[in-house]
């Protein structure tokens, strides 16, 4: 599906009693310069008017449409599930003929080139190979509840690698864009267990297609407390909440850690499809878990890697102590 020589992108909106923030960033989406456009919003189980402000506007774009450009809105009301699992549903009901799919939260503002930077960008990569499941994700504008400038998001050092992929999620769900091979990819392997969406997407392109990060921000990521997940701008604030972050996501001693759980699901969902170099990164690191042995074995060669040095170390230290 088509509007002129542009092909069809599906926003995918997650909403939540968004009420208060839903209007700005609707009109941004509306306002972008890419051509053709439909949203697909599903509401997690509101109970304020975020489903009557989406209706409103679904309707609006019915009767004004805009010259030269197609906007549309559909609205799914669902239950109250978590934004995470909210976000994977829409996936498996977005648009089967769209040419490419984003990833949008209710309260952020995107500045008008965010979907033609990022189609443009996967697109001259899937002209070496049409096939390839290709994502986009780029760094972030921080503002605070008024939208004012906090500051910018942290460029990863490392860049994006399935090695980084099975320990750290470095894409921001809300500059994601992906391309249809990559939605294909994720309905044909639906997970039960993975701890987010764009982690998900993000594991899964980096193991079969490209991941694509942009050092540009074309996003207003607006941080507050209502948050699902959010970054701080002040660096002490910021420090505390990866620590406290990564020990409840490594877990502790006899309990199930959650990061391994999810590269578990990954491994028995797609390993006849891994080829060699990722499927021995993911026994490597399973195995290790094994012995004293194994442990300090990966704690000096693994290949799995964190893109902050600090967080890297604590890992592999955490490892060896078996407190992980």
């Known amino acids: 599906m088509t509007a002129g020589n542009e092909a069809l992108v599906n926003i995918l909106l997650s909403t939540y009693n968004g009420t208060k923030y839903l209007v700005p960033q609707l009109d941004s989406l509306i306002a972008q310069d890419y051509a053709a456009i439909h949203i697909t919003a599903r509401d997690d189980g509101s109970t304020d008017q975020s489903c009557k402000l989406l209706e409103d506007y679904s309707l609006k774009l019915k009767m004004q449409p805009m010259v030269g450009r197609k906007r549309s809105l559909q609205l799914i009301k669902g239950e109250n599930i978590g934004a995470a699992q909210s976000f994977m549903q829409l996936i498996h009901d977005a648009l089967p003929d769209a040419g490419y799919y984003a990833f949008c939260d209710q309260d952020d503002v995107w500045l008008p080139d965010k979907m033609s930077v990022a189609i443009r960008v996967i697109q001259e990569r899937e002209r070496q190979n049409a096939d390839c499941p290709i994502m986009y994700c780029s760094r972030v504008t921080l503002a605070d509840e008024d939208l004012h400038y906090l500051g910018e998001s942290k460029i990863p050092q490392r860049g994006p690698a399935f ?20 939605k294909k990819r994720i309905v044909d392997q639906r997970p039960t267990f993975f701890l987010w ?29 209502a948050n699902s997940v959010g970054s701080e701008a002040n660096p002490w604030t910021n420090w505390r909440r990866r620590i406290r972050q990564f020990l409840h996501r490594m877990g502790r001693r006899g309990q199930k850690n959650e990061v391994i759980r999810q590269v578990e699901e990954f491994y028995q969902l797609h390993y006849a499809d891994l080829i060699e170099k990722n499927a021995g990164e993911i026994s490597f690191l399973l195995q290790s878990r094994c012995s004293l042995a194994q442990r300090l074995r990966y704690a000096y060669n693994g290949t799995a890697f964190r893109q902050d040095r600090f967080d890297d170390g604590l890992f592999r230290l955490l490892l060896f102590l078996n407190l992980i």
């Open 197 to 225: 969406h764009d982690w998900w997407l993000y594991l899964v392109v980096s193991a079969f297609g490209q991941v694509i990060y942009d050092p540009v921000s074309r996003i207003f990521y607006r941080q507050h407390g």
């Open 163 to 182: 090695a980084n992929a099975l320990l750290e999620n470095i894409a921001y769900g809300c500059t994601v864009v992906f391309n249809q091979a990559a």
